[in-house]
């Protein structure tokens, strides 16, 4: 799994440019470097502190590589995370194999592990001053949810999680920078509100990836704060069928319902994401604009983030109705 994670890279147009690794907890920061001189030089990690500093034109810096043991055992990298002309390109690792406790890693499942990753992943874009993120999946999943499996097997440790998946949630809906999301894949459950935290959500037309919200068909009634984030990203015609009725939805409706920006071939999701990021990179120009648009961010949803990991409460994930690999349970 390491080395498949380790060997991956991103298809045309960033092939050409060549690599400076970076290392943080638990994540890889690969900062590549352009041939065009109008792009800003690369970026390194200076030290265990994770400052980054210009590197120099006409060199490489490797760094050593950095990982934090789960406290199942496992270590593991789930993301890696590209700076492409002021943007941070962030995604979540398909490889193929199963988590100690049996969830598939290539489903991108909320648990501890992909939390610390995605927070370290985001406190380095902050770090390095980025002007807006793209956060994408491998495979066929961009998320799946909670990981129900995990849960399962550390029940007293599900308030906890719960409340760490919401306060991603809300660091999500309000950072500094704009965000997109590249939902190359799936996005249901607790991945469906993850999806829904970005400004803007691009899929591909020609992609069999779903949206969903299960927690009629797994016993789980979602906090307040998820559901006011919901609420606030969807049109309200779309919450009763979302939220009470669990109906699944694919490109073609979420883009007439203006829950999803863009719909590019699969091709040509990335390369889509990226250049509508660095569209919006004056909105995250520098510090005070940053700020800025923090606070509108904040008081927009403002709902959502007064309860987001703040008013935690047991979704009933002790009682829940899923079946031992974390889907809903078959009468």
Same mark, same amino acid.
């Given at each position: 799994?390491?080395?498949?994670?380790?060997?991956?890279?991103?298809?045309?147009?960033?092939?050409?440019?060549?690599?400076?690794?970076?290392?943080?907890?638990?994540?890889?920061?690969?900062?590549?470097?352009?041939?065009?001189?109008?792009?800003?030089?690369?970026?390194?990690?200076?030290?265990?502190?994770?400052?980054?500093?210009?590197?120099?034109?006409?060199?490489?810096?490797?760094?050593?590589?950095?990982? @934090?043991?789960?406290? $199942?055992?496992?270590?593991?990298?789930?993301?890696?995370?590209?700076?492409?002309?002021?943007?941070?390109?962030?995604?979540?690792?398909?490889?193929?194999?199963?988590?100690?406790?049996?969830?598939?890693?290539?489903?991108?499942?909320?648990?501890?592990?992909?939390?610390?990753?995605?927070?370290?992943?985001?406190? /380095? /874009?902050?770090? =390095?001053?980025?002007?807006?993120?793209?956060?994408?999946?491998?495979?066929?999943?961009?998320?799946?949810?909670?990981?129900?499996?995990?849960?399962?097997?550390?029940?007293?440790? %599900? !308030?906890?999680?719960?409340?760490?998946?919401?306060?991603?949630? %809300?660091?999500?809906?309000?950072?500094?920078?704009? !965000?997109?999301?590249?939902?190359?894949?799936?996005?249901?459950?607790?991945?469906?509100?993850?999806?829904?935290?970005?400004?803007? @959500?691009?899929?591909? $037309?020609?992609?069999?990836?779903?949206?969903?919200?299960?927690?009629?068909?797994?016993?789980?009634?979602?906090?307040?704060?998820?559901?006011?984030?919901?609420?606030?990203?969807?049109?309200?015609?779309?919450?009763?069928?979302?939220?009470?009725?669990?109906?699944?939805?694919?490109?073609?409706?979420?883009?007439?319902?203006?829950?999803?920006? /863009?719909?590019?071939?699969?091709?040509?999701?990335?390369?889509?994401?990226?250049?509508?990021?660095?569209?919006?990179? %004056?909105?995250?120009?520098? =510090?005070? !604009?940053?700020?800025?648009?923090?606070?509108?961010? @904040?008081?927009?949803?403002?709902?959502?983030?007064?309860?987001?990991?703040?008013?935690?409460?047991?979704?009933?994930?002790?009682?829940?109705?899923?079946?031992?690999?974390? @889907?809903?349970?078959?009468?």
């Amino acid at each position: 799994l390491a080395q498949a994670a380790t060997t991956r890279g991103f298809q045309a147009p960033y092939q050409q440019v060549g690599p400076s690794y970076c290392c943080f907890p638990m994540f890889r920061l690969l900062a590549r470097r352009t041939c065009s001189a109008a792009i800003p030089a690369p970026l390194t990690a200076v030290g265990s502190s994770g400052r980054f500093l210009p590197a120099k034109a006409a060199t490489n810096v490797y760094a050593t590589r950095n990982r @934090r043991t789960f406290s $199942s055992g496992t270590s593991m990298e789930l993301l890696k995370t590209e700076i492409v002309d002021g943007v941070a390109v962030v995604t979540m690792l398909g490889p193929e194999g199963n988590f100690p406790w049996g969830t598939r890693v290539f489903e991108h499942r909320i648990n501890p592990l992909l939390l610390n990753q995605v927070n370290a992943a985001l406190d /380095a /874009a902050e770090k =390095a001053e980025v002007q807006a993120v793209v956060v994408a999946g491998e495979g066929r999943f961009f998320c799946n949810g909670m990981d129900l499996q995990y849960i399962t097997a550390n029940v007293a440790e %599900s !308030t906890k999680i719960q409340t760490e998946a919401e306060l991603l949630l %809300s660091r999500i809906l309000t950072l500094n920078v704009p !965000t997109i999301a590249a939902l190359n894949g799936h996005f249901t459950a607790a991945g469906a509100m993850l999806g829904l935290a970005f400004d803007v @959500r691009v899929m591909p $037309s020609d992609g069999k990836g779903l949206f969903f919200v299960p927690g009629i068909d797994i016993g789980l009634v979602y906090s307040a704060g998820m559901t006011e984030l919901m609420k606030a990203k969807m049109p309200q015609p779309l919450w009763n069928d979302v939220l009470c009725f669990g109906k699944r939805y694919q490109c073609a409706e979420l883009l007439q319902h203006g829950v999803v920006n /863009a719909a590019p071939p699969t091709s040509e999701l990335v390369a889509t994401a990226v250049e509508m990021a660095k569209g919006l990179k %004056s909105k995250g120009k520098d =510090a005070k !604009t940053r700020e800025t648009l923090h606070g509108i961010k @904040r008081n927009l949803y403002k709902d959502a983030v007064a309860t987001l990991g703040r008013e935690v409460e047991d979704m009933g994930f002790a009682s829940g109705t899923w079946d031992p690999t974390g @889907r809903a349970a078959k009468n």
